[in-house]
Protein backbone atom coordinates (compact mmCIF):
# COMPACT_ATOMS: atom_id res chain seq x y z
CA UNK A 1 0.00 0.00 0.00
CA UNK A 2 1.18 3.50 -1.30
CA UNK A 3 -1.46 5.57 -1.79
CA UNK A 4 -4.24 5.45 0.46
CA UNK A 5 -7.22 7.60 0.07
CA UNK A 6 -9.88 7.78 2.91
CA UNK A 7 -13.14 8.54 2.14
CA UNK A 8 -15.47 9.44 5.15
CA UNK A 9 -18.61 11.08 5.60
CA UNK A 10 -17.33 13.13 9.04
CA UNK A 11 -14.31 14.80 10.06
CA UNK A 12 -13.77 11.99 13.20
CA UNK A 13 -14.89 9.57 11.91
CA UNK A 14 -11.29 8.52 10.64
CA UNK A 15 -9.24 8.64 13.50
CA UNK A 16 -12.15 6.46 15.38
CA UNK A 17 -12.43 4.28 12.61
CA UNK A 18 -8.79 3.98 12.06
CA UNK A 19 -6.50 6.48 13.09
CA UNK A 20 -4.06 3.54 14.70
CA UNK A 21 -4.00 1.61 10.97
CA UNK A 22 -3.52 4.94 9.02
CA UNK A 23 -0.14 6.00 11.65
CA UNK A 24 1.05 2.38 11.16
CA UNK A 25 0.93 2.80 7.20
CA UNK A 26 1.85 5.92 7.28
CA UNK A 27 5.08 4.67 9.34
CA UNK A 28 5.99 2.18 6.65
CA UNK A 29 5.71 5.17 3.99
CA UNK A 30 2.66 4.90 2.50
CA UNK A 31 0.80 8.45 1.61
CA UNK A 32 -1.90 9.56 3.32
CA UNK A 33 -4.93 11.08 1.57
CA UNK A 34 -8.28 12.31 3.26
CA UNK A 35 -11.42 13.09 1.65
CA UNK A 36 -14.20 14.23 4.33
CA UNK A 37 -17.57 13.95 2.31
CA UNK A 38 -19.42 16.84 4.71
CA UNK A 39 -19.09 20.39 6.10
CA UNK A 40 -18.88 19.02 8.97
CA UNK A 41 -21.44 21.25 10.88
CA UNK A 42 -24.07 19.51 12.96
CA UNK A 43 -27.37 20.98 13.90
CA UNK A 44 -29.62 18.53 16.67
CA UNK A 45 -33.24 17.89 16.12
CA UNK A 46 -34.31 21.13 18.10
CA UNK A 47 -32.48 23.19 15.66
CA UNK A 48 -29.32 24.06 17.97
CA UNK A 49 -25.85 24.32 16.39
CA UNK A 50 -23.76 21.68 17.76
CA UNK A 51 -20.26 22.20 16.03
CA UNK A 52 -20.20 25.23 13.24
CA UNK A 53 -18.64 24.78 9.78
CA UNK A 54 -16.44 26.71 11.18
CA UNK A 55 -15.46 25.23 14.07
CA UNK A 56 -15.43 21.52 12.20
CA UNK A 57 -12.99 22.93 9.63
CA UNK A 58 -10.15 24.43 12.88
CA UNK A 59 -10.82 20.36 14.00
CA UNK A 60 -10.35 18.83 10.99
CA UNK A 61 -7.06 20.73 10.33
CA UNK A 62 -5.59 20.18 13.33
CA UNK A 63 -6.00 16.56 13.53
CA UNK A 64 -4.83 16.56 10.05
CA UNK A 65 -2.04 18.18 10.86
CA UNK A 66 -1.14 15.95 14.14
CA UNK A 67 -1.74 13.08 12.16
CA UNK A 68 0.59 14.01 9.38
CA UNK A 69 -1.96 13.64 6.51
CA UNK A 70 -0.11 14.21 2.92
CA UNK A 71 -3.91 16.06 1.84
CA UNK A 72 -6.47 16.44 3.40
CA UNK A 73 -10.08 18.07 2.45
CA UNK A 74 -13.86 18.54 3.17
CA UNK A 75 -16.03 18.40 0.78
CA UNK A 76 -19.75 20.56 1.25
CA UNK A 77 -22.77 18.24 1.80
CA UNK A 78 -24.97 18.73 4.57
CA UNK A 79 -24.68 16.58 7.71
CA UNK A 80 -27.03 13.44 7.68
CA UNK A 81 -28.20 14.86 4.38
CA UNK A 82 -25.78 13.24 1.88
CA UNK A 83 -27.50 11.65 -1.57
CA UNK A 84 -26.06 9.05 -3.45
CA UNK A 85 -25.23 11.44 -6.50
CA UNK A 86 -22.68 11.38 -9.58
CA UNK A 87 -20.58 13.94 -8.82
CA UNK A 88 -19.68 13.04 -5.37
CA UNK A 89 -18.50 9.52 -7.26
CA UNK A 90 -16.60 11.99 -9.73
CA UNK A 91 -15.05 13.94 -6.55
CA UNK A 92 -13.41 10.58 -5.17
CA UNK A 93 -12.46 9.66 -8.86
CA UNK A 94 -10.66 12.89 -9.49
CA UNK A 95 -8.70 12.15 -6.36
CA UNK A 96 -7.93 8.18 -7.02
CA UNK A 97 -6.61 9.29 -10.67
CA UNK A 98 -4.91 12.41 -9.06
CA UNK A 99 -2.70 10.40 -6.10
CA UNK A 100 -2.42 7.33 -7.47
CA UNK A 101 -4.49 5.58 -5.42
CA UNK A 102 -4.17 1.92 -4.56
CA UNK A 103 -6.07 1.21 -1.30
CA UNK A 104 -9.37 2.82 -0.18
CA UNK A 105 -10.43 3.13 3.88
CA UNK A 106 -13.96 3.76 3.90
CA UNK A 107 -17.16 3.32 6.43
CA UNK A 108 -18.47 -0.29 6.96
CA UNK A 109 -21.21 -0.66 4.22
CA UNK A 110 -23.80 -2.31 6.82
CA UNK A 111 -23.19 0.29 9.25
CA UNK A 112 -26.84 2.22 10.14
CA UNK A 113 -25.59 6.05 10.00
CA UNK A 114 -27.07 7.12 6.98
CA UNK A 115 -23.80 9.34 6.15
CA UNK A 116 -21.36 6.79 6.82
CA UNK A 117 -23.73 4.13 4.87
CA UNK A 118 -24.14 6.49 2.01
CA UNK A 119 -19.89 7.27 1.61
CA UNK A 120 -19.47 3.24 1.48
CA UNK A 121 -21.50 3.02 -1.21
CA UNK A 122 -19.55 5.96 -3.11
CA UNK A 123 -16.78 4.90 -2.22
CA UNK A 124 -16.86 1.40 -3.30
CA UNK A 125 -18.29 2.74 -7.03
CA UNK A 126 -15.80 4.82 -7.23
CA UNK A 127 -12.90 2.48 -6.54
CA UNK A 128 -13.96 -0.69 -9.01
CA UNK A 129 -11.15 -0.33 -10.23
CA UNK A 130 -8.73 -0.24 -7.10
CA UNK A 131 -7.17 -2.91 -5.88
CA UNK A 132 -7.74 -2.70 -2.15
CA UNK A 133 -10.84 -1.31 -0.44
CA UNK A 134 -11.02 -1.37 3.43
CA UNK A 135 -14.13 -0.93 5.30
CA UNK A 136 -14.26 0.21 9.53
CA UNK A 137 -16.34 0.13 12.42
CA UNK A 138 -16.83 3.45 13.66
CA UNK A 139 -20.43 2.58 15.27
CA UNK A 140 -21.60 -0.13 17.18
CA UNK A 141 -24.87 -0.17 15.54
CA UNK A 142 -24.64 -2.04 12.61
CA UNK A 143 -26.84 -3.87 10.53
CA UNK A 144 -24.86 -7.25 10.73
CA UNK A 145 -23.44 -6.97 14.16
CA UNK A 146 -25.40 -8.79 16.38
CA UNK A 147 -28.44 -11.11 15.32
CA UNK A 148 -32.15 -9.35 14.83
CA UNK A 149 -33.91 -12.10 16.90
CA UNK A 150 -31.37 -11.84 19.98
CA UNK A 151 -29.84 -8.74 19.97
CA UNK A 152 -27.87 -9.20 23.06
CA UNK A 153 -26.62 -12.61 23.94
CA UNK A 154 -24.49 -13.29 27.14
CA UNK A 155 -22.24 -15.06 25.55
CA UNK A 156 -21.00 -12.19 23.60
CA UNK A 157 -21.41 -9.31 25.19
CA UNK A 158 -22.87 -8.07 28.78
CA UNK A 159 -23.49 -4.55 29.52
CA UNK A 160 -21.53 -2.38 32.16
CA UNK A 161 -24.10 -1.47 34.42
CA UNK A 162 -28.00 -2.23 34.04
CA UNK A 163 -30.20 -0.32 32.40
CA UNK A 164 -32.19 1.98 34.05
ZN1 LIG B 1 -19.42 9.82 11.25
Redesign the pocket.
Known amino acids: MENILAV???P??LE?MAGGTVLKYKSLGAKIHVLVITNGSWISEKGQTMRSINEAKLEFENVSKFMQYDSYEMLNEKTLHIEYKDDLVCEILKRIDFYKIDTIIT?WEKDT?H??FIVSQLAKIAGKKVPRILMGQ??YYMNDFLPRNNPCPSSRTSPASPPS
Request: net charge negative; glycine share 0%.
Open positions: VAHDDICNDHIN
